[in-house]
Structure formats: structure tokens, C-alpha cells
């Protein structure tokens, strides 16, 4: 049964009475257990996708039409308390900064073990044996060390192995990654990567990798799909769309990569007439919708 | 245990405010529960034959009034010893009950936006808009005097300063990703108020508390002095507003208790900012 199904999703700013839309009818299904890639430029709505799915849009946006099934079940308008039942054990979320996803006051032990003895009901001891379990397997060295200190007192890497933990400690269905690398080095950013592949692969968890890494997508996802101005506009299996992409814009966005080793073929912005092409469509499609 | 003494050396050279102004908080205390066994006098004993005795150092004094007397003769020192009580239960009282109301209403109108947040906000500006004294006078003219119309009057005031500082606090750290973190671990409310905003505010909080309970001091001082305080037990204050009328013949008497509370507002402070430093973990290094 396929874990999430996003259907004609649209959300739309309202500020000051004027209506921006953000998301225009995104659709997106993932099948349990596996990596699904969201890429796109800044400002694509990538990552209102992940806010729209866990319910955390800001303020002034709201969700104006569609569907988001998790297991079959439409999560908008769900009751709060059901939300947040599913949300935690069966969903949970990696944020872009692992320095400020952790609570800077409380140790460690303390947001671990919150979540265990909340979500799964463990009792203390129980819940502190699992959560040393835990950050053995997201590659903690000294676990008892790392239970006792303060975020502030971890490194970047580190902080986002303990989210990475925290994410995986109900082994939820859905892990929704926002960026998770970004924010960090290029080796930290491999290890990462190469933790968040096995633990999905381990506990059978489905993911939904949002990123502007084209890289990153190539080698960890099975399939991807590019938003643009709040669309998909193409979507496939990975090998299929770095090999043959049918949207001339999801070529350009490759070509845009830097190459480190072909440093002679410069950088490749992606050409303005593909981009404001892209944004007609757009706005005929806005007024085809508000007419 | 050398451990212990070399931490607490190091706490102690690395933060002294802490350790100065809770010394004398401390000494305050202890005056406080000592008091029967401190004081040489009675405080409300009056002595008509030896008025306006003059302090130690001064001649003409009377080594069994350490501290002189006032205009009935009573020991100053013995009612500077017994004014420490009211003065703590003040202190810890007002600050308490209005850190307490302007901690949680801080907490929930910085967290919760929209007409809560307006509604406390607006409850903020006016009380804040009324002279504070103004504010406890028209009090303490309905209640009638006393100590409790002295600890209303300094909530009245006082949850003001800490829900303005705490809804500051709470509007920037609820944006951050902590907070959204703890939301898409399908935490409640009330959870993350209590569990992860308040021991965010904790340090702060704790510190404004400390001066609070400065400020309380000041605020029975001023309502004794006009009179709106107890007066059937000694107050600083209460020495002070005595003192006034004779300040030529004695100024001893106004000038004494009022060293005393410059002396515990300013432990106070100091006992504020250590307490600040020590408790924020981010600030420990």
C-alpha cells in the first residue's frame, strides 16, 4: 500500500488580502520503503511540501484544495489529536539545521527519552536502555557521554545524528528530510547520508528527500521528482530521469551542477528563456484558476 | 571531594556576584529566623528616657543600643534585626506570585498569536501606564493597610516586567526549529509551553525574580514610609517614615535603614546576574 499519495495539493500565501499561490496541484506518491527525491530550485515550495504533510505551514498559508493520503487516510482536516498521534510515530521529520532542531536547554537523555516514553510509552529505564540503543546505531561512539551533554556542546554532525535518532526511535512509516545536509560539511554530509540509507533501508522506512543536491539524489533516492514554481513537472525513476530527462528544464538544472571534475566546463546557470517559459505557463495556469 | 572545593573555588572566582550577593541574601535569611536571639530589645519596647541615642562611634552613645535609638527610645538595631522579616515574607511573596502569573502569561500570549496575544498585551500597557505607586496607593486605600495589600500592590506591578520580558523571549524562540521539531513530534500545547519554552525562560525568569524581590523591598519602603504598610510590626520602611521628622536632631534614624536596603536591592541585582550566568548552560564557558 503506498505510504503517501499527494494529490492536486495546492497552498496559497494570504497576506494583506493578496492570495500567492505557493503549491499548484503537486502530486507525489511513495511506496513503502523506499526514497523519494524532491528537488528543486529555492523558492520551488519544496519545502512546503514537508511543511504542508506535517501540518507546520506558517501562519498566513493554507492549504486551498487536495488530497494528502497517509496509509489511505487524508491528513488534512484531520482532528488535532489524531494528527498528532500520527505525527512523531508514524511521521516524522528531519530539519535543515541540526544545531537549532535540538532543544539548546535540555540534554540530550531528556528530548530522547520524551519521545520514547510519549510516543512508544516506555517506562524510564526502558526508554533510556533503547535510546542508548539508539545512538549506537546512528554511529555515536560514546553514547553514555552524549546522553548527558548539551546540544550546544555537540557538533553539527553530531546534533544531526541525535535528530536522525530521535526521527527513527518509533520507527515511523514516513520520514519527511528537509535538507538534512545542507547545513553541514562535505564529509560529515556522506556519513549522513550513508546513516539515513541504512537506517531506512533497515527499519523499512519510506522517505521523502527534499533537496536542491542533484548529487545527493543520484545516489541515494529511487525516484524523483523536480518541482518548479510549486509543480511537479517531471517525475521518474532516478536512473531514468539523469539519463534521459524529458523536461528541458530538469536538463538544465544537471547541466547547472558543478562538475569538480571537469572543472573546464564552467558553471551553467539555468537559461532564462527555459525559466521564464516555465513561469508563463504558470501564470496562464494562475488565471485559467482564478477566472 | 577536592573536586567539590576546586569546582567551587572556580565558581566562585569566575562569578562573584552569585556568591556576594547570595551571601548577604543568605545573611538576610538567617537575621530573619535569628531574630529573637539577634535582637538585644525588644522592638516595640519604648524607652522615653534615652530618645535619639546616638550610634557607636558617636559620643554620648550607650553601649546597650548599639545602633541608637529613635524618638520613643526604642533599639534601632533590634528593629533593623525584627524589619527583616517582614521585609523577606514581602520580598519572597510579591516576587513569587508575580513571577508566577506574569511568567505563564507571558508563556501563552508570545505563544499563542492572534486576540489572547492582544488581549494580554493591551492588560500589559495598562497597568504599566499607571504610576506604579498611583496603582498601589488606590490599592492599599481599598484593602486598607497591611502587609498582603503590600504584596498586591507588588504583584500588581511587578507581573507586569516579568510577562513583557518572557513574551519577548517566547515570540523569538518559538520560531525557531526546536520548537517546530517538537510539533512534528506530535507534541501538545501545553507540552511544549511547559516542557520545552519554560526551561528556555527558566534562566531569565529566575533572574528577573531575584529582582523582584529587590524591587518588592523598595515598594514596602515607600508604602511604609507613607504609612500603607504593617504597623504593628517594625518595617525598614516604617523606620524610615519615623526617622523623617527628626532627621536634624537624628539622622541615624532615617539614614540606617536605608543603608540596609540599598545594601540587599543591590545583593540582590548581584544575585540576579550570577544566578543568570550560572543557570544558562550556553553561558557556562
Known amino acids: ?291 | 571531594m577536592s573536586a567539590l572545593r576546586t569546582s567551587l573555588w572556580h565558581s566562585i572566582r569566575t562569578n562573584p556576584q552569585l556568591w556576594i550577593g547570595g551571601t548577604v541574601f543568605a545573611a538576610i535569611v538567617a537575621i530573619a529566623a535569628l531574630a529573637p536571639w539577634l535582637a538585644g530589645h525588644d522592638p516595640m519596647e519604648q524607652d522615653l528616657l534615652s530618645q535619639h541615642l546616638p550610634p557607636f562611634w558617636l559620643p554620648e552613645n550607650n553601649p546597650s543600643f548599639p545602633l541608637g535609638t529613635d524618638s520613643l527610645g526604642r533599639d534601632i538595631l533590634s528593629r533593623l534585626i525584627w524589619g527583616t522579616r517582614p521585609v523577606l515574607l514581602v520580598m519572597i511573596a510579591g516576587a513569587t506570585l508575580s513571577g508566577m502569573l506574569g511568567v505563564v502569561l507571558g508563556l501563552v500570549s508570545g505563544y499563542f498569536s492572534g486576540w489572547l496575544d492582544n488581549a494580554i498585551g493591551r492588560l500589559i500597557e495598562v497597568f504599566m501606564s499607571f504610576p506604579p505607586m498611583l496603582l498601589a496607593i488606590v490599592l492599599v486605600a481599598v484593602t486598607g493597610p497591611g502587609l498582603s495589600a503590600v504584596v498586591m500592590a507588588i504583584v500588581l506591578i511587578g507581573w507586569t516586567r516579568f510577562a513583557r520580558v518572557i513574551r519577548g523571549e517566547v515570540l523569538v524562540l518559538r520560531e525557531q526549529d526546536f520548537i517546530t521539531a517538537a510539533r512534528v513530534l506530535g507534541y501538545g500545547h501545553r507540552r511544549i509551553l511547559f516542557s520545552e519554552l519554560l526551561p528556555n525562560i527558566a534562566p531569565i525568569a529566575l533572574a528577573l525574580f531575584a529582582l523582584e524581590m529587590g524591587r518588592a523591598i523598595v515598594v514596602e519602603a515607600v508604602l511604609a514610609f507613607i504609612g500603607f504598610s504593617a504597623s504593628d510590626v517594625p518595617t525598614w520602611g516604617g523606620i524610615i517614615a519615623d526617622g523623617r521628622s527628626y532627621v536634624y536632631q537624628a539622622w541615624w534614624v532615617m539614614t540606617l535603614p536605608v543603608v540596609c536596603i540599598m545594601i540587599s536591592v543591590l545583593a540582590l541585582s548581584m544575585f540576579a546576574d550570577g544566578l543568570r550566568k550560572a543557570i544558562d548552560p550556553m553561558m557556562q564557558r
Open chain 1, 1 to 291: 500500500m503506498t505510504v503517501l499519495d499527494i494529490q492536486d495539493l495546492h497552498v496559497a500565501f494570504t497576506q494583506r488580502g493578496r492570495v500567492t499561490p505557493v503549491l499548484r496541484g503537486v502530486n507525489l506518491t511513495i511506496e513503502p520503503g523506499r526514497i523519494c527525491g524532491l528537488v528543486g530550485e529555492s523558492g520551488g515550495g519544496k519545502t512546503m511540501v514537508g511543511k504542508a504533510i506535517t501540518g507546520i505551514l506558517p501562519e498566513d498559508a493554507r492549504i486551498t484544495a487536495g488530497r494528502i493520503l497517509f496509509k489511505g487516510r487524508n491528513l488534512i482536516g484531520l482532528p488535532e489529536k489524531e494528527r498528532r498521534q500520527l505525527l512523531g510515530r508514524s511521521i516524522a521529520m528531519i530539519l535543515q539545521q541540526p544545531t537549532t532542531a535540538l532543544n539548546p536547554i535540555l540534554r540530550i537523555e531528556t528530548q530522547i527519552l520524551e519521545v520514547l516514553q510519549r510516543q512508544m510509552g516506555l517506562a524510564h529505564q526502558a526508554a533510556r536502555a533503547r535510546a542508548l540503543e539508539l545512538l549506537d546505531t546512528v554511529q555515536i561512539r560514546a553514547p553514555e557521554r552524549v546522553l548527558r551533554q548539551y546540544p550546544h556542546e555537540l557538533s553539527g554532525g553530531m546534533c544531526q545524528r541525535v535528530v536522525i535518532a530521535i526521527a527513527f526511535s518509533c520507527q515511523p512509516a514516513l520520514i519527511i528530510a528537509d535538507e538534512p545536509t545542507t547545513a553541514l560539511d562535505v564529509t560529515v554530509q556522506f556519513e549522513i547520508l550513508r546513516l539515513i540509507k541504512i537506517l531506512q533501508r533497515d527499519f523499512g522506512t519510506a522517505v521523502l528527500f527534499i533537496t536542491h543536491d542533484l548529487g545527493v539524489v543520484a545516489n541515494l533516492c529511487d525516484r524523483v521528482s523536480v518541482i518548479f514554481g510549486g509543480s511537479i513537472i517531471e517525475e521518474g525513476q532516478t536512473t531514468d530521469i539523469f539519463t534521459a530527462p524529458k523536461h528541458p528544464y530538469t536538463s538544465a538544472l544537471m547541466a547547472a551542477s558543478p562538475r569538480h571534475d571537469q572543472p573546464e566546463k564552467g558553471l551553467h546557470p539555468v537559461p532564462a528563456e527555459i525559466v521564464s517559459q516555465l513561469w508563463r505557463e504558470i501564470e496562464e495556469h494562475d488565471r485559467a484558476r482564478s477566472a
